[in-house]
């Protein structure tokens, strides 16, 4: 079966049905063999050579793992590529031994070798897995795969769709350029690429019918490109961030934004005309703004003649409301990068010792958080920055000191975005990967319930490989 033939099965079958109060609904496995191994793919069209890549399972993206809220997974992961790897599950809170981090969580899966992931999802909504193992190579190369792990109860759609995005950056003959880890891309914006895929390949049109009402999970894969994403003729609704229902509502300006690691389920009404298409634009960079795909309608008559009279609102998850008036609070600032004194070597921020000269460039960290630098991925003898007491409430105030955006990720646990820049942010909203613009300041809350040594770290790869990266203890 082709991966495109999966997706459908996977994803559009069951759900054509949903609003039928007795849906049938595929069982999904709670069992899943997972294979890292090289593969060729054909990312940019038929005309296009093909190009070398890692998968999970085959595919780029990896097969989609499809849990239920609250039922108990199995997934075993085999390794058939010639380095270390293991599989983090994104955004889900599991235990702690099963979070992926090499070093830190797990010893990691040599070539050949198994190893087994058991877990829980406690949240229904949209995840995804990749590689914390030389992370800017393996997920580059394209071992990534969406989560979805199922509500218990029936959401009112008419198709579930899933739009993993992922960059690459191919040579003209179609293969992945090789340099990893470019010092100076390290203390800019990261590694971008060229190419855009969407569910694997370069995307002319996604097939639609007037009248029906699409819950679409849009996951960001790249490395480091942060995409702004407008929907011509339509309205998409947010109603998930990070896979956590959030109140519905329309995006800011029409874009909606997604940094690296993130995903956003809309709800989109398809309002458009049988037979017209509609472009869907990326225009987050200024002046490089592309077509990721259109909207194609097909000629058949509107499904229905009124958009869907059912609620938008998805079922909340568990998440434990973290208690502000007693939460202890703490400061995580971000420095570094190009144009920073960091970079220069004028600054004394690093309170000199090991720290001068030429700041990223020379070999050393380009980024800091509260002037400590932890590189690379994850690795034995990782040190927590901070120790929370396990059960209590914590208030996070992350200041970008930095000229560059970053989207933050915690491991383990989702956060409550309180404030951005001094202003409440609406829309009752909890993520785990938060973009901050430059010179940002945004405060998150959560509840430290989860035992065990958590990363966060910057998911533009090469900013965490550079220093932006460091540890947090629940005990
Ligand atoms: Cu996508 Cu450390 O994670
Ligand atoms: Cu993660
Ligand atoms: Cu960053």
Redesign the pocket.
Known sequence: MSRRALLQVGAGLLLTTALSPRAVRAAPSTEYQVTAAPARARLAGPARPETDVWTYNGTVPGSLVRLRQGEPARLTVDSRIDQETTV?W??IRLPNAMDG?PGLTQPPIKPGETFVYEFTPPDAGTF?Y?P?SN?LEQLGRGLAGAVIVEEREVVAIDRDLLWFLADWRLTEDGEIASRFGNRMEAAMSGRVGNTVTLNGRVSETEAVRAGERVRLRLVNGSLARIMALRFEGHRPVIVAIDGQPCDAHEPERGRILLGP?MRVDVMIDMQGEPGRRYGVIDDFYDGLAYRLTELAYEERPPLRAHPLDASLDLPRNPLPEPDLATAERHDLTLQGGMMSSMMTGTGSMMGGGMMHGMMGMGGGPAWAINGMSMTGDGHAGMEPALTFQRGRSIVLAMRNETAWWHPM?F?GHSLRVLRRNGRPVLHRQWQD?VLMAPKDVVEVAFVADNPGDW?L?C?VIDH?MAGLMTVLRVA
């Open positions: 983090h994104h955004g981090v995804w990749h914390h992370s690691a990720h491991h990967t990363m770290h998911h965490q």
